[in-house]
DNA sequence: AGGGTGATTAGG
DNA sequence: CTAATCACCCTC
């Protein structure tokens, strides 16, 4: 009991992203993704993020079914999926659902909050707007690379939450970016006004 | 608007 | 082995 409350205290809990991609995309909407990857502290409120829905969705790397490469999206939720994007981008999942059903956040965009000197050297700007804003962009300023594939939330990467809850009405929702299918399903989430967010904004 | 860049994948 | 395809980003 005692050694419970202890693993309660040293491990977060990520088990409210083994539900509906769907329902917990809107929600991760303003959670800080944390970083400890390359010995320095970064991180950024999460402000857009796209859902990919697992093995029907034509627009997922889970769509040709289980691949070396895809295999951490078929675990639960609260795995990292990271893939290398035109042989120089990472860009960073966040699994969701239970294991087997392939579903996954991609992160497109964050609002730094730690580390910005340490992002601002490892993105050679200085320029607040470009540090985090897209996929690859946010990967490069936390150190996030396809090393951290197949690890698990509360390792290298970790999620704190909110101080204060989003409403669902500063929240915008449409088409996907950067797709050749299933470019109509409206399954890109943004917080409204947001000036991290990533063009074309909604 | 166009091109760099290299892993990943299916197909022969 | 080859070739096509990329959940991108920067510069022009």
């Known amino acids: 009991m005692v050694a419970y409350a202890i693993m309660s205290m040293l491990e977060p809990d990520y088990r409210w992203l083994e539900g509906d991609v769907l329902q917990i995309a809107p929600r991760i909407l303003g959670w800080e993704l944390e970083s400890q990857a390359g010995g320095a502290t970064t991180a950024g409120r999460i ?68 580390g910005v000197n340490i992002m601002a050297q490892r993105r050679h700007t200085t320029a607040l707007a470009k540090l985090t804003t897209g996929p690859g962009n946010l990967s490069q300023a ?43 399903y409206p399954w890109r989430f943004s917080l409204k006004h947001n000036p991290f967010v990533s063009p074309p904004r909604m």
Do not use: K, W
């Open 47 to 114: 402000v857009e993020v796209e859902a990919y829905h697992g093995t029907n969705d034509p627009a997922s790397h889970a769509y040709a079914g289980r691949t070396p490469r895809t295999m951490p999206m078929f675990d639960i939720g609260g795995t990292v999926y990271v893939y290398l994007s035109y042989g120089i981008h990472a860009c960073m999942n966040i699994v969701t659902g239970p294991a087997g059903e392939a579903s996954a956040l991609l992160i497109r965009a964050l609002e730094p909050t730690q």
């Open 142 to 184: 936390l150190g996030i690379t396809v090393a951290l594939s197949d690890t698990r939330l509360g390792t290298v990467l970790s999620l704190r939450p909110p101080t204060t809850p989003t409403p669902s009405l500063s929240i915008a929702i449409g088409p996907r970016i950067g797709i050749s299918r299933a470019t109509d």
